[in-house]
């Protein structure tokens, strides 16, 4: 099984950046679909952004597509979102997940593992 470790989340002002990360430990993912999602209090978890495990294709949602940047270090087994031009509206629990099969749709929101998640507080 897969388990995943996030890191880089905190408060920053609008306007600003952040750098998320998360690593798997064990076994090299490099086919595996990666994403991220976030949960702001009171709302359903929603999809921000996802990568192929081939590397083909990526999907962002429209709310922060232009503004983050998702990629993958198969070779560290670590996935990565670069969040710049933060809105408060991006405040949030922001998780990542993978899957090891199955074809990447977008807006995909079915996922096998999921990390802790991290907190993302963006101030007005």
């Known amino acids: 099984q897969v388990q995943l470790v996030e890191s880089g989340g905190g408060l920053v002002q609008a306007g600003g950046s952040l750098r998320l990360s998360c690593a798997a430990s064990?076994?090299?993912?490099?086919?595996?679909?990666m994403g991220w999602l976030r949960q702001a209090p009171g709302k359903e978890r929603e999809f921000v952004a996802a990568?192929?495990?081939?590397?083909?294709?990526?999907y962002y949602a429209d709310s922060v597509k232009g503004r983050f940047t998702m990629s993958r270090d198969n070779a560290k087994n670590t996935m990565y979102l670069q969040m710049n031009s933060l809105k408060p509206e991006d405040t949030a629990v922001y998780y990542c997940?993978?899957?090891?099969?199955?074809?990447?749709?977008?807006?995909?929101?079915?996922?096998?593992?999921w990390g802790q998640g991290t907190q993302v507080t963006v101030s007005s």
């Open positions: 997940a993978v899957r090891s099969g199955g074809v990447l749709r977008p807006r995909e929101t079915v996922w096998n593992y």
């Open positions: 064990g076994r090299t993912f490099s086919s595996y679909h």
């Open positions: 990568i192929s495990g081939n590397g083909m294709s990526t």
